[in-house]
């Protein structure tokens, strides 16, 4: 079983960065996609950055583009997500997560991926 463990979450100012990091204790494919999504109070999960481990290709939700930079350590199995110029509407538990067997069509579709984290908060205040 691939357990994914997240950090770096906490309360940073509008205008500021965090930077969160997950790392899987396990790759169990060389093709699968590790990422992030998010869940604000009353909300619906939502995605937010996946990265294919083959080739590399990185996706962002377009709420996050030009703001939010997601890395990857191959040799740790570890992602990172820069998170830069924070608002107040990224406030939400973000969690990370790996599909082991992704598709393109639902690399932004939460219920596809197959392992998860135990969540981390992020707030912004204003």
């Known amino acids: 079983q691939v357990q994914l463990v997240e950090s770096g979450g906490g309360l940073v100012q509008a205008g500021g960065s965090l930077r969160l990091s997950c790392v899987a204790s396990?790759?169990?494919?060389?093709?699968?996609?590790m990422g992030w999504f998010r869940q604000a109070p009353g909300k619906e999960r939502e995605f937010v950055a996946t990265?294919?481990?083959?080739?590399?290709?990185?996706y962002y939700a377009d709420t996050v583009k030009g703001r939010f930079v997601l890395s990857r350590d191959n040799a740790k199995n570890t992602i990172y997500l820069q998170m830069n110029d924070l608002k107040p509407d990224d406030t939400a538990v973000y969690y990370c997560?790996?599909?082991?067997?992704?598709?393109?069509?639902?690399?932004?579709?939460?219920?596809?991926?197959?392992?998860w984290g135990q969540g981390t908060q992020v707030t912004v205040s204003s």
């Open positions: 997560a790996a599909d082991r067997s992704p598709i393109t069509s639902t690399l932004r579709v939460a219920n596809s991926y197959d392992y």
């Open positions: 396990a790759r169990t494919s060389t093709n699968w996609a």
């Open positions: 990265i294919r481990w083959n080739g590399g290709s990185i």
